[in-house]
């Protein structure tokens, strides 16, 4: 939380910045043309951008000339949520405008993709290269009768193939879908068999942390669970011969063959994301081409300020949403940088040596992998030529106070440092990056333009500097257009809008502070509310990792049947503390100097580790499940967490407590 101390900026934008911020030059350019503020600054844009909802998105098409195939017939049809229609009549395709920098015949030779192995070796690809193979592999989709809705999936790393892979599916109409080859068979299976994928592209294996690990066996029992598969398409990433029965990458990707872009309605499939799944089946969530094109520009173009002179580098894998996000920086005409391999090999410096090599102006991390460095005491901007980075973003989870210090005190001191959040469900920020405002310790910069953002109580009251419910009140382009398996709309509704009918309530906390900020909390679904008082477990987390005895912790607050209520702290010891009386004082007492007493856990007890979902957050709602009694298979969808066993402590403390 932001205190007195933190009221100055710890960035600051200076005056050429702003000028030159494509931000900048939209609002005076939406001012001209579509009665946007010229004055105010972003604050005034953002008010105009919900206000003038439908003018605002069409201002946004013609300023990054999306090609509409078809005209449309109006920006916004029904505004109702869910349920809401944009772009009526329009066709497009958002492959092709992800490839148009290859039409510029001083671009066609620039990269498009720059590729890392953890050799730390460097392979661009170049934007005709790109184009070319992308054309060469959506012909052979076509010839093994891949047409408009099928689904295609990918097994696959974060590597050139897979971008080619999608943009090839984006490119017939196809809906892409994937998963990292970490994921083992059951996750995949729960996620892909939901879809009924035509098409599966696979690696043999990947590298990570320094070894090989082969998926043979894996792959193998995808084919024999995926009855719809027409084809297999095999990637030798380790080398290895293409299994029976399976076609070989490289011939489909050897032809000279101009892309044909489908021309899709704006609300066509483009891909399949998936919730973590902690408690059942992950939600097969669809996102629309038009939409997800659209929703992108917007937020790369304006908000992380890409243009065509950035390398945009996110280190993510293919099973998160910002893999997705991270492709469609080629829709800005930035090179990407695709990093394949371990945060921490071969030492936790690793992401920053990407960042230097590869000369990326924004890198985007998780707010773990930046505490993680401070822990360790590393100094980036000491051992590295990061001066091209204009940008750290990060997300994941709150970014800490003692992150964005860190961060301004390691790395560069006129650092942009973006903590944005959003979700898989949109595929894009509801707050967080602003180029022309100063950035607060501790805060996201700023709702997004056009993304009607606000802290509501439980009555349905705006909030302003207090906890409340992260809802959004108007629909966005790239909210989902259903759910796969979900006919009635049901599930969908239920996910988002049974709490406050027709406004979307994410499941987050947040403040919004009186300039505009936003403090995300942690998940409101996991609530921790004592005495009355909803508390945000991030908070207590931020405080509590700050001591370095600390490796992680989980905080679950639990409502007992005699009407009492117990919040124990979980605590992962680094690597020779020990809990004994002075370090359990020492935790409640940084948890009752940095919040109040009221976030002093009634017990602290030493955990083997903290469970995740596979990508990476702790889970907690299927933790306070198995502390209330519910049976292991009933409280937690297995495929979704990365170490089944942790659960097994959880298990047979609530059979003591009982």
Not at 31 to 54: F, I, K, N, Q
Not at 170 to 180: D, F, N, P
Not at 362 to 385: E, N, Q, W
Not at 601 to 622: M, N, Q
Request: with cysteine; net charge negative; hydrophobic share 40%.
């Amino acid at each position: 939380m932001t205190s007195a101390a933190d009221e100055a900026p710890l960035w600051q934008p200076g005056p050429d910045r702003i000028a030159a911020a494509a931000v900048t030059r939209f609002q005076s350019w939406a001012a001209e043309h579509h009665g946007a503020p010229a004055e105010g600054g972003y604050a005034s844009l953002h008010r105009w951008s919900v206000d003038e909802l439908d003018t605002f998105w069409k201002a946004v098409a013609e300023w990054f000339d999306v090609r509409f195939s078809t005209p449309y017939e109006q920006v916004i049809g029904d505004r109702s949520m869910p349920g809401a229609t944009w772009f009526a009549g329009a066709t497009l395709n958002y492959a092709e405008h992800a490839l148009r920098a290859a039409e510029d015949p001083l671009r066609a030779d620039a990269p498009a993709l720059l590729h890392v192995d953890e050799s730390h070796t460097q392979t661009p690809t170049s934007w005709s290269e790109l184009r070319r193979q992308v054309g060469s592999l959506a012909a052979e989709l076509r010839a093994l009768g891949v047409t408009p809705g099928d689904r295609v999936s990918g097994y696959l790393p974060n590597i050139p193939q897979a971008v080619v892979a999608f943009l090839a599916t984006a490119s017939v109409g196809g809906v892409w879908t994937s998963c990292a080859p970490d994921f083992g068979a059951r996750s995949v299976l729960d996620r892909f068999q939901q879809v009924e994928p035509v098409v599966l592209f696979t690696v043999d294996g990947y590298r990570y942390g320094g070894k090989e690990h082969h998926r043979a066996d894996t792959v193998a029992e995808l084919r024999r669970e995926l009855p719809t598969l027409r084809a297999v398409v095999h990637i030798p990433l380790l080398g290895t011969e293409a299994p029976e029965g399976a076609l070989d990458w490289g011939a489909l990707v050897a032809a000279d063959t101009e892309p044909v872009f489908e021309q899709v309605a704006f609300d066509h499939p483009l891909w399949v994301l998936y919730s973590s799944g902690t408690t059942g089946l992950p939600k097969a969530i669809v996102q629309s081409q038009g939409g997800i094109l659209v929703e992108h520009l917007k937020q790369l173009g304006l908000h992380c300020d890409l243009g065509p002179e950035d390398r945009f580098f996110w280190y993510t894998s293919t099973g998160w949403m910002m893999w997705n996000f991270l492709v469609s920086g080629l829709l800005t005409g930035a090179t990407v940088v695709l990093y394949d391999g371990s945060p921490g090999y071969p030492d936790v410096s690793a992401q920053w040596r990407v960042a230097e090599q590869t000369g990326a102006t924004l890198y985007g991390t998780s707010a773990a992998y930046v505490m993680a460095c401070r822990k360790a005491g590393i100094h980036p901007g000491r051992d590295f030529d990061l001066s091209r980075v204009q940008c750290v973003a990060t997300t994941g989870s709150p970014l800490p106070p003692d992150g964005f210090r860190w961060l301004h005190d390691e790395v560069a001191d006129d650092l942009w440092i973006a903590s944005v959040s959003g979700g898989t469900d949109v595929c894009s920020c509801f707050a967080g990056a602003v180029p022309t405002l100063p950035v607060h310790i501790g805060e996201l910069q700023a709702a997004s333009l056009g993304v009607d953002l606000h802290s509501w109580d439980p009555a349905g009251e705006p909030l302003t500097g207090e906890v409340g419910e992260l809802v959004v009140t108007q629909p966005m382009p790239s909210m989902p257009v259903r759910f796969w398996n979900d006919p009635d709309g049901s599930r969908y509704h239920d996910s988002y809008f049974d709490v406050y009918p027709g406004v979307w309530r994410h499941g987050d906390w947040i403040t919004i502070t009186e300039r505009g900020a936003v403090v995300i909390h942690g998940r409101s679904d996991s609530t921790l509310n004592r005495q009355g008082v909803r508390m945000g477990s991030a908070d207590i987390y931020e405080a509590v990792e700050r001591l370095p005895e600390i490796r992680e912790s989980l905080v679950i607050g639990l409502e007992e049947p005699n009407g009492g209520y117990w919040m124990p702290l979980f605590v992962h010891l680094a690597e020779g503390a020990t809990l004994d009386d002075a370090l359990r004082d020492s935790i409640k007492r940084t948890i009752r100097e940095n919040l109040s007493p009221r976030h002093v856990p009634d017990e602290v007890i030493e955990v083997p580790g903290i469970p995740h979902t596979l990508t990476g957050k702790r889970i907690e709602v299927p933790v306070k499940r198995l502390l209330q009694g519910t049976a292991l298979e009933k409280a937690v969808n297995p495929g979704s967490i990365d170490n089944l066993e942790l659960l097994h402590f959880y298990e047979k403390l609530a059979r003591e407590r009982r």
